[in-house]
């Protein structure tokens, strides 16, 4: 199982530049789809974390020259990080002869050393493409399959465990090989015990404004270094920062970013919880289902969505704010977890600030109906396909030379 939007974002990815990145986390599914590709389109695919398939690129030009009529796949290319200036130059070549589209489609396990090196190399040669966990319009089709995927998260060998046992231990490996593997290779000595504090205190105190103070108190170092960590995770797309909107009300509007941990099951694994009835008495039950939430929408989001919350020293606030490139103007949305959702006062006021032309209140139900004027309570499915509905049009798909 894998994001299937994700096929045709390639397709058309790849009409458009030379090369595509795939970036994502480990385990989310990158591989599969690119290989899922590969057998769509006869392309060359190399797994670059196997050293015989390294080996195959001690000349990397002579090499890929050989498959200059074909797409060829790279996995895990930031193990080759000096094959970038190579492709680069077959690039430029395959320009100047009419091959300008659908050459080279890169695959990372994180954002941060993928974009650095491809950015000093491929730049206006490459289009990024993220690939994130599993939405509810992926995979879940019904109100129990929302929960399941909520409490597991959307990495799809978490989210199809035959028990929740199994699948909390899967995340707990997960954390741990991230913290004892991976983190390792990006820059310098982090230490997995100290990172993997900070990622449960984030964990604890999700959806809230980011104190950098306070997490360095607590941890023991320098307030810079938690900077730093936090964005480490945030490059290896582990953790948003979602920015405070900003706009001209005469309004004291806050500043700090506030800090979710991106995939709802790394939250419960975290905080150690195992199930649905651990989860529903946890403290951060409101917090975690806003940030699935939150998630899911930027998910299936049309690309260059604008992704914002608003609060004010007043008491004005609005969970997220969504602008969408020739949407319907501002999105308030507001989140909750009950069955029977109200508006506060906050929210009111922040639409009189902001004077929105959609407002929501999404909860877990699926009725949709009028909260108030101009507000609507609509279940997290609906909100969802409506969103996704908005999508631009992304032109015409690739295919490869010579396909109908």
């Known amino acids: 199982m894998f994001p299937r939007h994700a096929l045709q974002t390639i397709e058309h990815a ?3 530049q030379a090369s595509v990145a795939l970036i994502g986390p480990r385990q989310v599914g990158k591989t599969t789809l690119a290989l899922t590709i590969a057998e769509q389109t006869s392309a060359l695919y190399l797994d670059l974390e196997l050293p015989q398939e390294r080996a195959k690129l001690a000349d990397p030009a002579l090499f890929l020259a050989a498959y200059e009529d074909r797409l060829v796949i790279l996995d895990e290319i930031h193990r080759v990080p000096e094959l970038f200036q190579t492709l680069r130059g077959l690039i430029d070549q395959g320009r100047r002869v009419g091959r300008r589209t659908g050459r080279y489609l890169v695959l990372g396990s994180a954002s941060m050393d993928l974009l650095r090196q491809s950015g000093e190399s491929l730049a206006g040669r490459i289009e990024y493409v993220d690939l994130a966990p599993l939405d509810c319009l992926e995979a879940a089709p019904d109100r129990a399959a929302v929960d399941r995927l909520w409490l597991r998260g959307g990495f ?5 465990a035959a028990s929740d046992a199994d699948s909390l231990i899967w995340r707990r490996n997960f954390v741990r090989t991230y913290l004892e593997r991976d983190v390792p290779q990006f820059g310098p000595r982090i230490p997995a015990e100290t990172l993997g504090r900070l990622w449960t205190m984030l964990a604890h105190n999700q959806g809230t404004l980011l104190n950098a103070a306070r997490l360095a108190a607590g941890l023991g170092i320098s307030s810079p270094t938690v900077a730093t960590y936090i964005d480490l995770l945030t490059d290896l797309l582990l953790v948003r920062r979602l920015p405070p909107f900003f706009a001209n009300t005469g309004k004291r ?7 979710y941990v991106r995939d709802s099951g790394l939250v419960h694994a975290l905080l150690g919880i195992a199930d649905h009835n651990a989860l529903s008495g946890h403290p951060v039950v409101g917090a975690s289902w806003e940030g699935f939430v939150i998630e899911n ?6 690309p260059r969505t ?14 997220l704010l969504l602008e969408v490139p020739g949407g319907p103007g501002l999105w308030a949305i507001e989140i909750k977890r009950a069955l029977t959702p109200r508006v ?6 922040a639409r009189a600030d902001l004077a929105p032309t959609r407002s929501w209140v999404i909860y877990p139900g699926e009725d949709r109906f009028p909260l108030a004027a101009g507000v609507e309570a609509i279940g997290l499915r609906a909100a969802l396909t ?6 631009d049009p992304q032109g015409a798909p ?6 109908r």
Do not use: I, M, N, Q
């Not at 509007?253 to 800090?259: D, N």
């Not at 506060?344 to 006021?349: D, L, N, Q, Y």
């Not at 409506?386 to 999508?391: D, F, G, I, M, V």
């Open 14 to 16: 790849l009409a458009r």
């Open 297 to 302: 929408l930027l998910a299936v989001a049309p």
């Open 344 to 349: 506060e006062k906050g929210f009111h006021s």
């Open 398 to 403: 690739w295919r490869p030379e010579g396909a």
């Open 386 to 391: 409506e969103l996704a509905a908005t999508a």
């Open 306 to 319: 604008r992704a914002t919350f608003y609060r004010t020293a007043a008491g004005a606030e609005v969970d």
């Open 156 to 160: 799809p060998d978490s989210l199809l």
């Open 253 to 259: 509007l806050v500043k700090s970013p506030k800090v």
